[in-house]
């Protein structure tokens, strides 16, 4: 039997799709596990920043076409580019363990993103990254990085930036945990919702694709996910705004922090809370109510105008 897996075509896609097949290679050996790759709109399209022409969705439309087409089984995503509604015929199946949900500075010169001079030239195009930079340092200067990680990178190595913000977990998928010059504590930048981790999408109700990748499922994980992704999801939350949250597990209960900020980093709306393990999604709301009676809905204002 032939099961085929959607993904796009950068580097880091195809490592987390290869690590899906042989996981499920390694479950089910008489499977033939194929990949698809596929190039997205967000792929493409680089001139500008991910708010600017239409969020994550990007990312992922053409891997769901391929299975509301049946020309694959099931779609590889990185969770945090997942948004938090599906089309109507697939589904959010499996998340896999979770691997560092940090970010870590890139920097050929500095070690300790406190060592940043004035003015100095940091890369990145995340919204949420730039809110808090811009909050906690204020005389930084942030200038847009699209691109796969290689071609950030080389933008970096060029000679174009100062230092660059990436995902930890991308860095030590390709074998580049070298290029690691610290990882930023969450006192200065809490990670996107769902980093470090991968979804599994499928048709709704495919049975026959279901059984192969259950063994993936990471019953922790998707507890810690569904806690941050009710956040995003009540705050109506996309690349167009800058959320992030971090839900972990400890001492037998729910731990959650999540932000939400302005584009310019002066106001940074910050909520706590800690729940039951079989109730995430209570937690996620309780601490979504917090940021909104600090005044969330004026900061959702200003991206809906």
Known sequence: MILRIATRESRLALWQANWVRE?????????????VPMKTEGDQRLDRSLADIGGKGLFIKELEQALLD??????????KDLTT??????????????????????SNKFTNINELPDGAMIGTSSLRRKSQLRHFYPNLKIKNLRGNLDTRLRKLDDGEYDAIILAVAGLKRLGLKERIAQVIPHSVMLPAIAQGAIGIETRSGDQDTLQWIKPLRHTK????????????????GNCHVPISGYCVEKQGKLHL?????????????????????????????????????????????????
């Not at 089309?87 to 890139?106: C, F, G, H, Y």
């Open 23 to 35: 996981k499920i290679r390694a479950e089910f050996p008489e499977l033939d596990v194929q990949l």
């Open 257 to 305: 922090e999540a932000r939400i900020g302005d584009p310019d980093g002066t106001e940074l709306l910050v909520a706590r809370g800690a729940g039951l393990l079989e109730e995430p999604e209570k937690l996620g709301k309780e601490v979504t109510d917090k940021l909104i009676t600090q005044g969330a809905d004026k900061i959702l204002e200003l991206f809906r105008s």
């Open 221 to 236: 994980t998707e507890r810690e996910l569904i806690c941050e992704r009710t956040v995003l999801s009540g705050l109506s």
């Open 85 to 106: 509604e599906f089309p109507l015929s697939l589904e959010l199946s499996v998340i896999t363990e979770r691997d560092d949900p940090n970010d870590a500075l890139v």
């Open 70 to 79: 049946h020309r694959a089984d099931l779609a590889v995503h990185s969770m």
